[in-house]
């Protein structure tokens, strides 16, 4: 149960990083340039300048689960490599990128289980280069109602995204995304008072701990 809790949560919160699983150096296909529009184009130049421009960050945000599950907290990153995801109570979740790592910590059970970043789209979010039109997963991008839509698959061999990255619209701001789980479960996140170039303490990005006396 404490492995199924562990995965079910990371799922979830990984589910925040996607954004920019776009951006993975090995998935570049230049011809994937002649399949947008220029409108298309002109959205993703504008994306892409945004992510990039990041480098550390703050947001508080909000989750809700495909079971309707509400869950909020604070977003930490400061690129390269480190991210913090902190839960607000009753959560007993943490979670903590650093050194190639993924930790999610259950206070409640008293348990870290570490994760590769590489095994996860986290490592791609804290990535500094990112080119959206040059990436293979980026299917669709299309603007509604003052806001661009990016919609991107996780798997090459999926026809349909799976993934939908909502930016506002002039002024480019990561405002939430949905993710389709393999059951067809929506889990949205949405992102309110985001800061950049915030200085943010080493101390946030502290791998977490074991309770003493726990083994698993």
């Given at each position: 149960?404490?492995?199924?809790?562990?995965?079910?949560?990371?799922?979830?919160?990984?589910?925040?990083?996607?954004?920019?699983?776009?951006?993975?150096?090995?998935?570049?296909?230049?011809?994937?340039?002649?399949?947008?529009?220029?409108?298309?184009?002109?959205?993703?130049?504008?994306?892409?300048?945004?992510?990039?421009?990041?480098?550390?960050?703050?947001?508080?945000?909000?989750?809700?689960?495909?079971?309707?599950?509400?869950?909020?907290?604070?977003?930490?990153?400061?690129?390269?490599?480190?991210?913090?995801?902190?839960?607000?109570?009753?959560?007993?979740?943490?979670?903590?990128?650093?050194?190639?790592?993924?930790?999610?910590?259950?206070?409640?059970?008293?348990?870290?289980?570490?994760?590769?970043?590489?095994?996860?789209?986290?490592?791609?979010?804290?990535?500094?280069?990112?080119?959206?039109?040059?990436?293979?997963?980026?299917?669709?991008?299309?603007?509604?109602?003052?806001?661009?839509?990016?919609?991107?698959?996780?798997?090459?061999?999926?026809?349909?995204?799976?993934?939908?990255?909502?930016?506002?619209?002039?002024?480019?701001?990561?405002?939430?995304?949905m993710v389709k789980d393999?059951?067809?479960?929506?889990?949205?996140?949405?992102?309110?008072?985001?800061?950049?170039?915030?200085?943010?303490?080493d101390s946030l990005f502290?791998?977490?701990?074991?309770?003493?006396?726990?083994?698993?």
């Open positions: 149960m404490t492995g199924n809790f562990a995965r079910r949560t990371i799922c979830c919160v990984l589910a925040l990083s996607l954004p920019l699983l776009l951006g993975g150096a090995g998935q570049r296909a230049p011809e994937r340039l002649r399949e947008f529009t220029p409108q298309q184009q002109a959205y993703l130049v504008k994306i892409n300048a945004y992510l990039n421009a990041i480098h550390t960050l703050k947001s508080n945000f909000v989750q809700l689960g495909p079971s309707g599950q509400l869950d909020q907290g604070t977003l930490y990153i400061a690129k390269p490599g480190r991210m913090r995801f902190s839960y607000q109570a009753p959560s007993p979740i943490l979670i903590v990128a650093n050194g190639g790592h993924v930790y999610v910590q259950n206070t409640r059970l008293g348990t870290v289980d570490p994760y590769r970043l590489s095994d996860s789209p986290l490592g791609l979010l804290l990535e500094d280069n990112i080119d959206l039109m040059r990436n293979a997963a980026v299917i669709g991008v299309d603007e509604q109602q003052g806001a661009v839509v990016v919609r991107a698959r996780t798997s090459a061999n999926q026809n349909q995204s799976n993934i939908a990255l909502v930016f506002s619209y002039p002024q480019i701001e990561l405002r939430q995304w393999n059951q067809g479960g929506i889990t949205t996140v949405a992102l309110s008072g985001l800061t950049t170039g915030v200085p943010l303490d502290a791998t977490p701990v074991k309770a003493p006396g726990k083994t698993h």
